[in-house]
């Protein structure tokens, strides 16, 4: 009866008191402890968990009002701020870090009655696709191929959100999103994933990665739930000021699947002959569907689609230079003694920081370092306005853009990529969102020969979250893909 | 092509307070070549009269009204903090 | 100095915005609160922590812009200069780079009755950094970061100053525009107002020499120091044949130096940039029109009117106006009153009483009801100016009033016609001799007179009266 709960289910079972809050949460609390191998988990917040249920237990058993997420067992990646509880950002310069305070998005859900099973493991801050920058180590993706018997990566940066939900380890998931980060591993687990509208969710508390393009979002099993979860962390936040003022909507209420009249472009920048046939299978399948279902597929051209992900590794690393200079082992954190100040920064942060945040510290600090800036930073946000001006007018004849989510599937943790920039080739269909600001969500359309999900990527303008999940539904209903990987981990 | 030589790297470590070990400035000159030689793409991109975009959220700027309203105590400031005294934050000896 | 030499300075105010909460978070600006107290987790560069704008220092910073007869820029850009030091939480400072809150401007300043324009390059808004302790134990600096985080609004001149008398001018110039404007309360002990200097030297005719940069100099004195003390040093650096090297160098008040900084030394490159977390700032053409309107009168204004309202002296009046507490203290005072008196008892009487015990008008033992009573009691004729002295220096340590301090000490000025004509017939009838004389000629001696009459008066009696019937008596 509990096993792959949904949102909308396990608020079912609660409302209809076949099961209570505590027996929910200790159940997957099990599963939780059962499912070390994955290494999902870098904090399990048992005590807070058992204490939430507790309270769902009590407001339902006295009929009092219940939230959208009351009772819910959900976990979040470990880049967002829990009061008292140990927030890494899978860092080993944070590795001690207890907050005093709680992410508006995680406290959103809290005030809906969410229970917090513990943090999730990630890139270190947000940093990768494969979720091997971690100083926890890497998560493993609980899908196996059926041609060998290897781990897999689950995709990052929210490699820990997709994983556990898949894995079922708790019913959904928070992540964060900057080129990727939701959606790829989504695509790697067979999951919903979705990218709110840059501004849509609040930034506060969540420790960042590149300012302008970070977004925090569900990984859920449905649609449904990706719309409820939506909704509860949706909001202007006085406390961002990159927050916007448009109003929330009741995301899940409205939700339905009609696509009749809806035109759906479909971009061809995005078919080239690397595209793995059975990604474009699944790509021809959904136009199939969607037409079928009475939208209106037309092809159109985003002219600077190939311009995105270089502009996207200029971008990211410039802020994340800036953003990552306040881990210096002066006011918390990992400190390194040493002989004076500078040595003391230089150890402290080299010690802290793993390869990969190095090596983005580094790249960006040179876009940005006089005689480079105009050249490479600048440049790049010139490309970037072009990249929103060829999407503002494809929405000028367009609902919605359809594209594949990733160009491959979940792929061996032994895999080492010599030159970085292969693994950055995983961004290419996700990035060009992020710089544009644009809600997009991944939803899982089948499994690969080998048995591996592939998952495929909607766009919407801004702030048009609703038409986004619609379509989505729709897709999803049509689909009906609803597999979960075997449990070999136990 | 522009590459990464040691003392690009050197100084870049230097900016960001990283101290990083001969093979580790080695295999990151090599890297960086890299990623530089893929962003170079950007180049051929003709981004004359266009406007740089910072932000992509098309919003003005959000105003606080000036309340001194956000009290923390020492000791929840301190919390986290590795070393201090007297409720100061200290750092090794600095000279100006 | 030697006169082919000339002196180029550009000067860096910084000043506090006298705001409640800092520029980007809701922490209290109150000076001298116990350390790491007024702290918020966004102005310790908490992780996740972000910064929302603080609505008042806008304002305050487009008033004086105003004031300082800038261009206001209708699109403004906060940008992050990058770099890491122990006061600096964020590792970057949000500042203004490319585009300013303010452009270009200019004001005036006045020495000994000559005028000169000073260019303002531009204001800009800023974060404040945190305080280091150095002295406080052997080995570790000790960081308080109360002040981390309080706005400042930086003004940048033109090189267009050319003595240390022209930087205190300008200084006191911008910091009584300020100060009119209610935008920074210019308390230069206190931190809220300090300037960082750029001295160059230069043969005359000569292209610009390379400038040193001479830190946060927080007191007029100082400023003045400072440079007499780098110009002389550069002199002789490039008089020995060297090069001057382009550095900051901080004063050092006992040795009465200036010192080159080695904290400073590092080549900087601060890596400015946009701050993503703050998006530009538009301002409204109206909010602005608003602001204009609603600006009080400045200095230059104030002092013009001054001078033809009052007809009062372009030195009276550039005393008077340089602060705005005085001329409001001024204006308070002569209400209906002789402007001459009110001028003389302010700008000496009040002023020296004030420097002796070093205290500002606003702590003034003698308010300005009080000051204008006194002077209603000489014009009058109850006392005597010089009686009147004497009263006001009583009013200076005692709560008495006016009228209680005149009846204590028996000021009050003999004005009776008849009591003064009996003392100038007993002082005519004492000194026949000189009625004689003066008869024969002698006029001067009107003065011996009524020297004699205040002396058996005890100075009491009314000059005016005195004077007007000792002539008549003698000259009939």
Redesign the interface.
Known sequence: MLENLTIEQTSKLLNSKKASALEITSHYLKKVSDANKLNCFITVSEDHAIKAAIQTDNRISKNKKIGLLDGVPLAYKDL??TNEIL?T?SSKI?S??????E?TVTSNCQKEGAIVLGKLNCDEFAMGSTNKTSFYGPVINPWKSNESDEDLVPGGSSGGSAASVAADLCIASLGTDTGGSIRQPASFTGLVGLKPS??RVS??????F???LDQAGPICKTVEDASILLEAISGHD????????EPNEHFYKNLNSSVKDLKIGIPKEYLSDDLPEEIQGYWNEGKKILSENGAEIVEISLP?T??A???Y??IAP??A??N???Y????????V???????????T??EG?G?EV??R???G??????GY?D????????????I?SDFDLAFKSVDAIFTPTTPNTAFPISKEEL???QN?LNDIFTVPAN???LPAISIPFGLSKSGLPIGMQLITN?FKEQTLLNIAKNLQDSINFNIYPNQWWK | MIEFNKKITLKLAKLSRLSLSNSQLENLEKDLTSILSFIDQLKEINTDSIDPTSNSLDQNLILRDDLAEDVLSNEKLLQNVPESELGFFVVPKVIE | MNSEWQTVIGIEIHAQINSKSKLFSSSSTEFGSAPNTQVSLVDAAMPGMLPVINKFCIEQAVKSGIGLNAKINKKSIFDRKNYFYQDLPQGYQISQFKDPIVGSGSIEIEIDGTKKAIGIERLHLEQDAGKSLHDQDPNLTFVDLNRSGIALMEIVSDPDMASPEEAVAYVKKVRSILRYLDTCDGNMEQGSLRADINVSVRKKGESLGTRCELKNLNSFKHITSAINFEVARQIKIIENGEEIKQETRLYDVSSDTTKSMRSKEDAHDYRYFPDPDLLPLNLDEKWIEKIKNELPELPDEKKDRFITQYKISNYDAEVLTSDRQTSEYFEEVISNRNPKLVVSWVASELFAALNKENLSIENSPVNSKQLGELIDEIEKGTISNRAAKEVFEEMCVSKKSVQEIINDKGLIQISDTSEIEKFINQVLVDNPINVEKYKNGKTKLLGFFIGEVMKVTKGKANPGLLNQIVKKKLDN
């Open positions: 967002f701020c927030t950002a944070l001690n870090f207890i907050p005093t305070y992410s840059y501004g930034r506060w508390g969540v420790v960042a590149a300012s302008s006085k406390k961002d000021s990159t927050s916007s003022i600077s190939k311009t992900l270089p502009a590794y200029i410039a802020e230079s800036s990552l200079s306040r210096d082992g002066v006011r918390y954190g990992l400190r003694k040493g002989e004076n100040l500078t040595e003391m920064y230089e150890l942060r080299s920081f390869d190095k090596r510290i580094m790249m600090t040179y876009v940005l370092s006089s800036y050249a490479y930073y600048i440049k790049a946000q010139k490309v970037r306005s072009i929103k030159d970085p920039v950055y710089l544009a600001g801004t």
